[in-house]
């Protein structure tokens, strides 16, 4: 289940952007990503998605490479309300029915 | 609904009793979900909602575990015979259709004792 890689961690400096990188080199062309976050003590929050374009919402902008094979989520100006766990996943247009979560990536925002 | 609600909060049983647990999703999702997530790791899926019909209930640990769904909305996680293992946040989540984009709730954290 795990067509995902992240770093483990990530710190960020509040009021810089954080760019949240994340691997899918095995994703096939029927596949989406989905990025959700898990701020301590929560359930996951989605964020946002994509098949190959790059998507903005008013919570962050996807960067999909161009061979679909990495992506980047990008939160423009990073809070520390954004310290959270977040989640890189690939989900089939077909197929299994849940969301697999892998281990994330512990973003810190730093004062 | 605004958003996917779960009660209760938090639930606290002793070993060996049984136990519900409740999701009301939002309001026109006909997809449901139920996943458990223990301390520090990841989420697992426990079984999946089309409607009132459960067409996948391959993550459900053990036959003490089992969900129903009413009116192709509310659902409740029954966990029978509690065991200590059992301990861990059950999340819900609800989608538009099967392949709509999953809004999970705040979660039932459960301490078995």
């Known amino acids: 289940d795990a067509k995902t890689t992240q770093p483990t961690s990530m710190d960020c400096a509040e009021g810089r952007a954080a760019n949240l990188p994340c691997n899918h080199s095995?994703?096939?062309?029927?596949?989406?990503v989905y990025w959700y976050r898990q701020i301590h003590s929560q359930g996951p929050q989605y964020i946002i998605h994509?098949?190959?374009n790059n998507e903005t919402n008013e919570m962050a902008s996807l960067i999909i490479t161009e061979d679909r094979k990495s992506s980047t989520l990008i939160l423009p100006h990073a809070t520390l309300r954004d310290t959270a766990v977040y989640y890189c996943?690939?989900?089939?247009?077909?197929?299994?029915?849940?969301?697999?979560f892998g281990t994330g990536t512990r973003l810190t925002v730093i004062p | 609904g605004a958003g996917v609600s779960q009660s209760p909060s938090n639930k606290v049983t002793e070993k060996g009793k049984d136990v519900e647990l409740r999701c009301d999703p939002i309001?026109?999702?006909?997809?449901l979900y139920w996943y458990r997530q223990r301390l520090g790791q990841g989420l697992e899926f426990l079984i999946y909602?089309?409607?009132?019909?459960?067409?996948?209930k391959s993550g459900l640990p053990s036959d003490r575990f089992s969900a129903e769904r009413t009116g192709e909305s509310v659902s409740t996680l029954t966990i029978q015979r509690t065991q200590q293992e059992d301990s861990a946040v059950y999340l819900c989540?609800?989608?538009?259709?099967?392949?709509?984009?999953?809004?999970f709730g705040p979660g039932t954290r459960l301490l078995v004792l």
């Open positions: 996943i690939v989900r089939p247009q077909t197929g299994a029915n849940n969301l697999f």
């Open positions: 309001s026109g999702h006909t997809a």
């Open positions: 989540a609800s989608s538009l259709g099967r392949m709509g984009t999953q809004y």
């Open positions: 994509g098949l190959k």
């Open positions: 909602f089309q409607g009132n019909s459960a067409p996948d």
């Open positions: 095995t994703i096939s062309g029927n596949e989406y």
